[in-house]
């Protein structure tokens, strides 16, 4: 007896402790999501009353598509291209139609706050005072992709590749133009914002790129699919909303 007691005791702790835990989210992302969702979490979590923690895996977009086909454990994905979302559905790894494009961005080019370099559109970037700019790797990158995109719209992706620098993701180009190790770079204004050793030295015509949308979607193999739907529903909410358009974003209609 007393041993089917000490048992019962020990399964009833084991019970216990499992009700305490709590799911924990992976969600990839745009690196350009970071301050915004950073934000976001305390805001879930604090809701979710101990429930649900959120962990993020932030990077390039195309890096994040290649680590979910290769099965990495993702309950969520928010892409910086839509192209990357679309590769994952038509692939199987995100359910057709539980996807749906969260918000807008547009991109910008930046140069250190002491720059004093005379920037007003991409064909002045072939100056001999520019030695130096910095683009996510367009393979991987989407901010990079639209960069070349504007480039080549202007007849310049050639012409600049002696002083063209690839970067991992738009953050790392955001670094290179904030320690000086590039004279230009190609990132979204909402990075641009996040930004004091920067400043934007203008806007890259919106003409000249494919339009800037981050979809966002429930991977299939999630093994928390009614929490990984209450976070999505909570990014979709007008308070999440409101949290990416102060840090520039903009909500699509579509």
């Known amino acids: ?81 839509t192209k990357n979302m679309k590769a994952l559905v038509d692939g199987g790894y995100i359910e057709e139609g539980q996807q749906s494009n969260l918000l807008g961005n547009d991109l910008v080019v930046v140069v250190p706050t002491d720059s004093k370099l005379d920037l007003a559109a991409v064909q002045d970037l072939q100056g001999a005072d520019v030695k130096r700019i910095a683009i996510g790797i367009p393979e991987s990158v989407p901010a990079g992709s639209y960069a070349k995109e504007a480039l080549e719209h202007a007849a310049m992706w050639d012409p600049l590749q002696g002083v063209i620098v690839q970067a991992k993701d738009v953050r790392q180009v955001l670094s290179y133009v904030e320690t000086g190790n590039a004279d230009v770079g190609f990132v979204y204004r909402t990075d641009a914002m996040s930004s004091t050793a920067s400043k934007v030295a203008f806007a890259v015509s919106p003409d000249s790129y494919t339009p800037i949308r981050y979809p966002v979607g429930i991977v299939k193999a999630t093994e928390h699919p009614e929490e990984a739907a209450a976070f999505l529903e909570f990014l979709q909410s007008k308070e999440a909303l409101d949290v990416f358009v102060q840090y520039g974003f903009s909500v699509p209609n579509s």
């Open 1 to 81: 007896m007393l041993i089917m007691a000490g048992c019962a005791t020990g399964s009833n702790k084991k019970q216990q402790n499992a009700a305490e835990t709590p799911v924990e989210l992976t969600v990839s992302a745009a690196a350009s999501l970071t301050d915004a969702l950073e934000q976001l979490k305390s805001l879930y979590e604090s809701k979710a009353e101990g429930d649900v923690r959120i962990l993020y895996n932030f990077g390039a977009s195309g890096a994040l598509q290649t680590q979910i086909e290769e099965g990495a454990p993702v309950d969520l994905f928010l892409s910086a291209a």
